[in-house]
């Protein structure tokens, strides 16, 4: 797709993760910190449920000019208007949510370097890809991979990569060294004391590395 989309930061509202915290509170505070991306993640929720906050969501990302992505349910951000699903190896395949999505954008999360070309092959726009290092927001997603992973999977596709899994302040600038177009972040914005605040300073990290990568 010829979309552009900035990937700086990617946030992902994790209702699993959330604790007493609001999901349209948490998108609020991160949308004002700056957020450039937005995703809802509800595994353990009812369709209806997510349709309900996903809809909610909505007017609040689409007012930023922020994508809003559906994370699993292409049949979710079909029938809401949502920017685009991201999906992952046991998610609908991207071929076919590409056949019926042909001008939302679609995320995948690969296992390797082959299975990313094979997904962009397939019309995946962009690439979520980790866990950069150590994460316990999810808890299948296997061995880190940091900046050399990274720089891996950026060789062999001509898509963005966006890091994932373990990223905060303290290794944001890394994985934008290795190659990554952005980060996405979790509990780092969610669990924060101050959701904005946090966001906006990992937006400035973000920024400052991809300057320092563009100079080098």
Known sequence: MALTIDWRLYVLIDTGILGERQPLDVARA????????????????????????????????????????????????????????????????????????????????????????????EGADYLGVGPFATTATKLDAGTAIGATGIAEIVQAVPVPVIAVGGLGQHNAADAIAAGAAGIVVASAVTSAADPAATTRQLRSIVSEARTAKERA
């Open 30 to 121: 991160a949308l004002r910190g700056g957020a450039t991306v937005l995703q809802l993640r509800a595994k353990t929720w009812l369709v209806g449920e997510q349709v309900a906050v996903a809809q909610a969501l909505l007017p609040l990302t689409q007012a930023q000019g922020v994508p809003l992505i559906i994370n699993d349910h292409a049949d979710i951000a079909l029938a809401i208007g949502a920017d685009g699903v991201h999906l992952g190896v046991d998610d609908l395949p991207v071929a076919l949510a590409r056949s019926i999505m042909p001008r939302g954008l679609i995320g995948y999360s690969p296992e390797g370097a082959a299975d990313a070309a094979r997904a962009v092959s």
